[in-house]
């Protein structure tokens, strides 16, 4: 039976390869890969996804809401946030909430950071892999998708912030990977 939950995970998977290589051709089906990343909220229950234990998630995950003072005031554009939680929410519901159940938290947060390579070449998406496996830890200690929900968020924001204040660190982490 797990066999089968993986397979089908795998074949999810491939759907969001090919979901971001479409959104690579065309910017402007740049909302398709978190709308795909989403649609497991329709067909799986949300217990089974991690919609459970909020109050200990919620704890845990704004542990490192603190890190959001630092952010400068351009980053608080609501706009921004928004997009910086849905982005958050697509990737931790997919990646945690569905593909971990079969695949754990290494082979995940591998697919995880592939993910972000294929899409975006660069040394950050190579990156990604480390924090990917807090998220990952986060999620089994709290039992909560909403811990690394908020963590990833935070992390997010946290980086950006970085990058802004030091912007020689973008660009080396901005630079490709394939050579272009």
């Known amino acids: 039976m797990e066999h089968k939950g993986m397979r089908g995970r795998l074949l999810a998977y491939g759907g969001l390869l090919a979901v971001l290589f ?3 051709l065309s ?3 740049n909302l398709l890969p978190p709308l ?3 649609a497991p909220l329709f067909l799986i229950p949300e217990e089974k996804l ?14 490192f809401l603190p890190l959001l003072l630092i952010a ?5 554009c609501p706009g921004w946030i928004l997009n910086q939680l849905g982005i958050s929410i697509s990737e931790e519901v997919f990646f945690r909430g569905f593909m971990m159940g079969s695949l754990g938290n ?26 990917s496996l807090i998220f990952g830890y986060a999620y089994i200690k709290s039992g909560s998708i909403l811990t690394p929900i908020l963590l990833h968020f935070t992390a ?11 912007p020689e660190l973008y660009h080396i982490l901005q ?6």
Not at 55 to 63: D, E, P, Q
Not at 156 to 166: A, I, R, T
Not at 175 to 180: A, I, N, V
Request: charged content about 10%.
């Open 50 to 63: 991690g919609f459970r234990n909020y109050g200990k998630g919620a704890l845990y995950g704004s542990l």
């Open 36 to 38: 795909y990343m989403i």
């Open 106 to 131: 290494l082979k995940t947060s591998f697919l995880f950071s592939l993910a972000h390579l294929i899409h975006f070449p660069t040394l950050n998406s190579l990156l990604v892999f480390f924090p």
């Open 22 to 24: 479409i959104a690579k």
């Open 72 to 76: 400068p005031p351009e980053l608080s």
């Open 27 to 29: 910017p402007q089906l």
């Open 156 to 166: 997010n924001l946290f980086y950006h912030s970085l990058v802004k204040e030091f």
């Open 175 to 180: 630079r490709q990977l394939t050579g272009s």
